[in-house]
């Protein structure tokens, strides 16, 4: 319908929404339901982290710099653990490479040709992880395109924000809680992780891969402690994409 | 411990940080180059969700802190169960948390009474 009337004004009107309207509006929409269960897990990890014998600062230094549970929660093993920063640092890669292509399918749903910066871009990215990325991807393409980048910029500030202070709330709370009750809180993160692990793999590959790891994971720990979540890794990862990538294609 | 004060922060900025947001940059000065269906990636996601998958087994089998005291059956069993519900419930993560949650604390303070 080419003749029909637009409510909002024709592109050459000199105030469009502007960046920081979208940006409101992507801070309002972090107040939702994906986002309490990313702070329950969050506040499951605050215990932990102190159980851990991780302080307040560190904690939350973690909490917003690396900004991706799975991720945290191996280094928090593996400072606990007293690993090296070599084999940690691999870890915590190893564990956060899905973040890349993550990224890269959101990349081209947020850029303005031309106008998008670099900065920009590489600030939304801190906010690859999970939740945010599956809000995103669901919900920005019904924007327009303008609106995109400074919406998500938004809800990742909103969301990576609120989600930190919660993390100090609980950490400095754990203490006084009876043990039933931070016990509880320790064994929210590997619930939340086995669920949200499961519903988050969509190739027979992952699911492989994360049964697999679950029952190779507690084997090299026993076996093979320090490097044992390389080799978790490493191997139940490839055993779980040459049985998948058997079944899809043949020997070939 | 012999390692100075400021050690974890040098890991958590070193090992935490750049490990981390490393791959985010990539995926910023890749964009779209690399498909998100290649067998290399497929690999690495598995070796990824592997890892992750360790992780999770051990914090269930062998925690710190407050969970030290509970048997590991029963946190077996909360961990089992609540993936169980989880499944029945159409892949609802709340749901599948919660009852994980009551599975443990109602196993826990049962134990406790006796």
């Known amino acids: ?252 | 411990m012999s390692d100075p004060w400021w050690w974890t922060y040098v890991m958590i900025i070193v090992a935490g940080w750049i490990a981390t947001d490393i791959w985010r940059w990539i995926g910023v000065f890749a964009g779209g180059k690399l498909r998100e269906d290649s067998e290399l990636l497929i690999w690495v996601r598995a070796v990824a969700t592997a890892l992750v998958a360790g992780v999770i087994a051990k914090l269930i089998l062998f925690p710190t802190g407050a969970l030290e005291v509970t048997p590991v059956w029963l946190r077996v069993v909360a961990a089992l169960g609540g993936f169980a519900v989880f499944f029945a419930s159409r892949q609802k993560v709340v749901v599948g948390v919660v009852s994980g949650e009551v599975i443990l604390i109602t196993g826990w303070l049962l134990l406790e009474a006796v």
């Open chain 1, 1 to 252: 319908m080419p003749d029909h009337q637009e409510i909002s004004p024709p592109e050459d009107h000199d105030a469009p929404v502007s960046g920081r309207i979208w940006m409101a509006r992507g801070a309002r929409a972090a107040i939702s339901i994906p986002a309490l269960i990313l702070t329950a897990a969050f506040v499951g990890y605050a215990g932990l982290a102190r159980g851990s014998g991780l302080s307040l600062p560190e904690t939350l230094m973690m909490t917003g710099l690396v900004w991706a549970l799975p991720s945290i929660v191996v280094l928090t093993g593996a400072i606990s653990s007293g690993v090296g920063l070599v084999p940690a640092a691999i870890a915590v890669a190893l564990a956060s490479v899905r973040l890349m292509p993550m990224t890269m399918a959101l990349i081209p749903m947020v850029k303005v040709e031309g106008k998008t910066k670099r900065w920009q871009l590489l600030y939304i990215s801190h906010f690859v992880a999970v939740t945010a990325w599956v809000y995103g991807m669901r919900n920005l393409p019904d924007l327009p395109r303008e609106g995109r980048l400074p919406f998500f910029a938004g809800f990742g500030t909103a969301l990576t924000s609120f989600v930190f202070c919660m993390t100090g709330v609980a950490y400095l709370m754990v203490e006084r809680m009876p043990p039933v009750l931070s016990g509880a809180l320790f064994l929210l993160t590997p619930i939340y992780f086995v669920c949200s692990l499961w519903s988050a793999s969509k190739l027979s590959a992952d699911k492989a891969a994360m049964i697999i790891g679950l029952i190779l994971g507690p084997f090299f720990y026993l076996y093979a402690p320090g490097l044992d979540l390389l080799w978790t890794g490493l191997v139940g990862g490839t055993i779980a994409y040459l049985i998948t990538r058997y079944m899809r294609r043949g020997l070939l």
